[in-house]
């Protein structure tokens, strides 16, 4: 578990400057952040998401100044917020939060940018109070300076990786024939809490032809033997950052032609996460892994992106998808995850966690890639 120390590290007062800079690069007049991931990663104020008001309001010529609820404002102070030296203001029950934001914004306020993740209501309510002011996405600003992790925050995920990687470890104290994906499932999720998150995001138990849909939802299937089973897990720690792993198993001898399908599977995904490095950009990284895939006969079974960024979002950018030019730099972390499903048959995905560094790629998920057998 991080220390307080560690904490206060990965939310340092520097961000606000850097995204104020970003902001008036941009053209925009000020962001308007309310809870979520991109509040926490400027102040480490992981609010509610309530239906009061909370914003960040961050002028691109002008000091920060977080608004709260009255009744959040303890919560606001204690949290590393409390500890940049933004001014802090709680509003009463009688007031209207986003009037008093819009006093505070100068009169010649055009262009604001707003939380992508800020609910339709409060988008809207800003919009009546500020009629002169055309809206834009905050994550042109944010995701720019969000994708480059510090040395910090590839701590942080190396925390959370390790975290996973011990559930992933102790799979066969749950995953046997007779017993159904819920309950399995209900056991992963206990498991995810005693070994370092504090919030189970997704669990994903995917049996015998289950396991051929990226996104099953727990059921009460009954695992047989011989099934193979796709179990993708991913929660959040305590300091904020996210895991996300994905193994596969079988539970007794799983059928030949499974073990090959894993195996071209395999290859694909480790000369993937190999092939990371700075200056290949994510859609060359995509082909990588669906060239090989496709060279077995199975590229129309290769049905999602390769991956998706990670950090205080489960998924955030970059992506790893065919198509996208952007360049890999040092400090972007991402899922590598290629699949292959047969529907109504049986399915495999391999995921690991990697980091761009100078010198390639660091993977951040240490156990074993290959079949598991269970007896």
Not at 293 to 310: E, K, N, S, V, W
Request: net charge negative.
């Amino acid at each position: 578990m991080p220390d307080d120390g560690q904490l206060a590290n990965l939310y340092p007062a520097d961000r606000l400057h850097s995204a104020r800079e970003a902001t008036a690069r941009a053209g925009l007049d000020a962001l308007l952040i309310s809870p979520g991931a991109d509040l926490r990663y400027l102040t480490g104020y992981d609010a509610l998401p309530l239906e009061r008001l909370t914003c960040l309001v961050l002028p691109a010529d002008g000091d920060p100044f977080l608004l709260v609820p009255a009744l959040e404002e303890p919560a606001a102070q204690a949290s590393p917020a409390g500890d940049l030296g933004i001014e802090i203001t709680g509003w009463q029950e009688t007031e209207d939060p986003y009037a008093l934001v819009a006093a505070r914004l100068p009169a010649r306020t055009a262009r604001i940018g707003v939380d992508n993740h800020m609910w339709a209501e409060k988008t809207l309510a800003f919009r009546a109070v500020l009629p002169g002011a055309g809206q834009e996405l905050a994550g042109g600003v944010l995701n720019g300076l969000r994708m480059r992790k510090t040395p910090q925050e590839a701590a942080a995920l190396g925390r959370a990786g390790a975290a996973i990687d011990r559930v992933h470890a102790r799979m066969g104290e749950w995953l046997r024939a007779g017993r159904t994906e819920r309950e399995v499932g209900r056991d992963i999720a206990d498991a995810m809490l005693d070994e370092g998150h504090v919030r189970v995001d997704f669990v994903i138990v995917g049996s015998g032809p289950n396991s051929a849909s990226p996104h099953h939802e727990l059921s009460d299937r009954v695992i047989g033997p011989g099934d193979p089973v796709v179990v993708d897990i991913g929660g959040t720690t305590r300091d904020g950052y996210c895991s996300d792993s994905t193994r596969v198993y079988a539970v007794g001898e799983p059928p030949a032609e499974f073990r090959r399908l894993h195996e071209v599977l395999l290859r694909a995904q480790r000369a993937q996460t190999d092939a990371v490095r700075p200056g290949i950009t994510a859609g060359q990284l995509d082909a990588v892994g669906r060239d090989i895939i496709t060279d077995a006969g199975h590229g129309p079974h290769f049905i999602h992106r390769t991956g998706h960024g990670i950090g205080l979002d489960t998924h955030e950018e970059p992506y790893i998808v065919t198509g996208n030019p952007l360049p890999l730099a040092p400090g972007m972390a991402f899922s590598v995850e290629p699949g292959i499903y047969l529907p109504g048959r049986y399915g495999a995905r391999i995921e690991d966690i990697v980091i761009c560094t100078r010198d390639g790629g660091e993977r951040l998920n240490r156990t074993p890639r290959d079949l598991v057998v269970l007896a």
